[in-house]
């Protein structure tokens, strides 16, 4: 008989050291757990450090990107002649100018806040320029890049400047404008049309076809851009309309396609126009290097200079006053009668501390300072077929009545212009209604200026409103008549706005 062997059930439900495992496995677990959250700890430590030097890396970046712009915009404000940021000199540094490759702007000092930064340009045109900036700490880069463009909102600045406007529109005509064109429109309604051209006018050229090579040997030359491969002229032209709409009918255009070869820039540098373009051709006949979409960017930095605004000189007296005051002023009425019908057989003679005019009977006018023409109109009048006076000097002249230019107003000799220059301006109205006549300075009326026969105008013109006529007149802006205004011109104080779109990377 087989025994089997007898199991004690007491033995089997024997458990100890089982919690003695156990413990080992709750201990493991717990170490396990505390290894990964330390691991999580450290690592969001480190990535919060690192994100903090990414803050600190990008303000320093932002750092940086201010110094570039404020000496961008100091190279204009500080600019003797003509400014601009492709002149190989940049607030005094001798850098750039590259339209293909950034280059480093030659900080002494870029340290800050534990870090430093480092500042680049690339040249897009003479006013145009992306910067690039690059704040590093603790091995941590952000980079910043913003493109920067410098407008000149003075009236001055522009082949045409406009005010409030006035039955509807601002421009109507058939024009040829070689230059900026700046219309506010503040007076218009919503669909009311700012500017309406049609025949064969170009609302804006930027070059200088079609001007006579007489007239253009007496103005500098056009700085020139690289554009396309090529180094062109240009006027840098651009349209700028708050309000109101542009209508384009028949041939007129804004600019002109880009032909390769030549030594112009056809196309204008941009348009900014809110309410879009209309007439037969619209946005069609626009040939610009932005969008026809864009909009007009300036908000409400730019304001009309009026008569009645306070001088910038004096704040506390308006700008006649200021102008009055510092004038030659002339009241007696029979002054007033010669200064009404001058005409090139002339001669005459008004001087005082403030201020000089005369004629020397032989069509030569000589003017400096201000002449403040108090009660009277001023107007330059054909004698027979001698419609020409030559001017010297530099001087503003003021007149409370209207203004009648009717013959040819030039310089005398290669470059004459603007170093000799003369201002007109008037409260009232002024007009240019002689045909196939040259007229050279600038002229502001407040109320409306009139050109109605085939002029050519070099320089600026201001005022509220324009009534261009049907027998194409031109106008050619001259960019150095802004740094070389007569004295006492309203709005004549420098004005250079600088739009920045901002992009990171």
């Given at each position: 008989?087989?025994?089997?062997?007898?199991?004690?059930?007491?033995k089997?439900?024997?458990?100890?050291?089982?919690?003695?495992?156990?413990?080992?496995?709750?201990?493991?677990?717990?170490?396990?757990?505390?290894?990964?959250?330390?691991?999580?700890?450290?690592?969001?430590?480190?990535?919060?450090?690192?994100?903090?030097?990414?803050?600190?890396?990008?303000?320093?970046?932002?750092?940086?990107?201010?110094?570039?712009?404020?000496?961008?915009?100091?190279?204009?404000?500080n600019?003797?002649?003509?400014?601009?940021?492709?002149?190989?000199?940049?607030?005094?540094m001798?850098?750039?100018?590259?339209?293909?490759?950034?280059?480093?702007?030659?900080?002494?000092?870029?340290?800050?806040?534990?870090?430093?930064?480092?500042?680049?340009?690339?040249?897009?045109?003479?006013?145009?320029?992306?910067?690039?900036?690059?704040?590093?700490?603790?091995?941590?880069?952000?980079?910043?890049?913003?493109?920067?463009?410098?407008?000149?909102?003075?009236?001055?600045?522009?082949?045409?400047?406009?005010?409030?406007?006035?039955?509807?529109?601002?421009?109507?005509?058939?024009?040829?404008?070689?230059?900026?064109?700046?219309?506010?429109?503040?007076?218009l309604?919503?669909?009311?049309?700012?500017i309406?051209?049609?025949?064969?006018?170009q609302?804006?050229?930027?070059?200088?076809?079609?001007?006579?090579?007489?007239?253009?040997?007496?103005?500098?030359?056009?700085?020139?851009?690289?554009f396309?491969?090529?180094?062109?002229?240009?006027?840098?032209?651009?349209?700028?309309?708050?309000?109101?709409?542009?209508?384009?009918?028949?041939?007129?255009?804004?600019?002109?396609?880009?032909?390769?070869?030549?030594?112009?820039?056809?196309?204008?540098?941009?348009?900014?126009?809110?309410?879009?373009?209309?007439?037969?051709?619209?946005?069609?006949?626009?040939?610009s290097?932005n969008s026809?979409?864009?909009?007009?960017?300036l908000?409400?930095?730019?304001?009309?200079?009026?008569?009645?605004?306070?001088?910038?000189?004096?704040?506390?007296?308006?700008?006649q006053?200021?102008?009055?005051?510092?004038?030659?002023?002339?009241?007696?009425?029979?002054?007033?009668?010669?200064?009404?019908?001058?005409?090139?057989?002339?001669?005459?003679?008004?001087?005082?501390?403030?201020?000089?005019?005369?004629?020397?009977?032989?069509?030569?006018?000589?003017?400096?300072?201000?002449?403040?023409?108090?009660?009277?109109?001023?107007?330059?009048?054909?004698?027979?077929?001698?419609?020409?006076?030559?001017?010297?000097?530099?001087?503003s002249?003021?007149?409370?009545?209207?203004?009648?230019?009717?013959?040819?107003?030039?310089t005398n000799?290669?470059?004459?212009?603007?170093?000799?220059?003369?201002?007109?301006?008037?409260?009232?109205?002024?007009d240019f209604?002689?045909?196939?006549?040259?007229?050279?300075?600038?002229?502001?009326?407040?109320n409306?200026?009139?050109?109605?026969?085939?002029?050519?105008?070099?320089?600026?013109?201001?005022?509220?409103?324009?009534?261009?006529?049907?027998?194409?007149?031109?106008?050619?802006?001259?960019?150095?008549?802004?740094?070389?205004?007569?004295?006492?011109?309203?709005?004549?104080?420098?004005?250079?706005?600088?739009?920045?779109?901002?992009?990171?990377?």
């Amino acid at each position: 008989m087989i025994k089997m062997p007898i199991i004690s059930f007491s033995k089997l439900r024997n458990q100890r050291g089982s919690a003695l495992l156990f413990s080992y496995l709750v201990i493991v677990a717990i170490l396990g757990i505390g290894s990964a959250f330390m691991l999580l700890s450290v690592n969001e430590s480190q990535t919060a450090e690192r994100h903090r030097l990414a803050t600190v890396a990008f303000h320093i970046a932002e750092a940086g990107v201010e110094r570039g712009l404020y000496d961008l915009r100091q190279d204009f404000v500080n600019a003797i002649g003509t400014p601009s940021w492709a002149d190989s000199d940049i607030n005094s540094m001798a850098i750039g100018p590259d339209t293909s490759n950034y280059y480093t702007v030659p900080y002494g000092t870029t340290t800050l806040n534990g870090g430093s930064y480092t500042v680049e340009f690339l040249n897009v045109g003479t006013r145009d320029m992306w910067v690039r900036s690059t704040g590093t700490i603790g091995g941590v880069s952000q980079s910043i890049r913003v493109y920067a463009k410098i407008v000149d909102i003075s009236p001055w600045g522009n082949a045409i400047f406009g005010g409030g406007g006035a039955s509807g529109t601002m421009v109507n005509g058939n024009v040829d404008i070689r230059g900026s064109v700046h219309i506010l429109g503040d007076n218009l309604l919503p669909g009311d049309v700012a500017i309406d051209l049609g025949g064969t006018a170009q609302l804006v050229g930027n070059n200088y076809t079609g001007l006579n090579a007489t007239l253009q040997a007496k103005v500098p030359a056009l700085p020139t851009v690289n554009f396309n491969g090529e180094i062109v002229e240009t006027l840098n032209a651009e349209l700028r309309v708050k309000q109101g709409s542009v209508g384009l009918s028949g041939s007129a255009t804004v600019g002109e396609a880009d032909v390769a070869g030549n030594n112009v820039k056809e196309t204008v540098d941009g348009v900014y126009v809110t309410d879009g373009y209309g007439g037969t051709q619209g946005s069609g006949a626009v040939y610009s290097d932005n969008s026809v979409t864009t909009a007009y960017d300036l908000g409400d930095a730019v304001k009309f200079p009026r008569f009645s605004d306070p001088s910038p000189y004096n704040t506390s007296i308006t700008n006649q006053q200021y102008l009055y005051n510092n004038a030659l002023v002339i009241s007696n009425s029979s002054d007033l009668t010669t200064l009404a019908n001058i005409n090139p057989s002339s001669s005459f003679s008004f001087s005082g501390p403030n201020g000089s005019i005369s004629m020397d009977g032989s069509g030569n006018m000589t003017v400096s300072g201000i002449v403040y023409i108090d009660g009277g109109e001023f107007n330059l009048l054909k004698n027979g077929s001698d419609k020409t006076i030559t001017y010297t000097g530099t001087g503003s002249i003021v007149a409370t009545g209207d203004v009648h230019v009717n013959v040819n107003l030039v310089t005398n000799g290669a470059n004459s212009f603007p170093n000799n220059i003369v201002g007109i301006m008037t409260p009232q109205n002024m007009d240019f209604n002689e045909a196939n006549i040259d007229v050279m300075g600038v002229f502001y009326a407040e109320n409306t200026i009139s050109v109605q026969k085939q002029t050519d105008i070099l320089g600026t013109i201001v005022s509220d409103y324009f009534d261009m006529g049907t027998n194409v007149p031109s106008i050619f802006q001259v960019p150095d008549t802004a740094n070389n205004l007569p004295p006492g011109m309203i709005g004549s104080n420098a004005l250079w706005y600088m739009v920045v779109a901002w992009l990171k990377g």
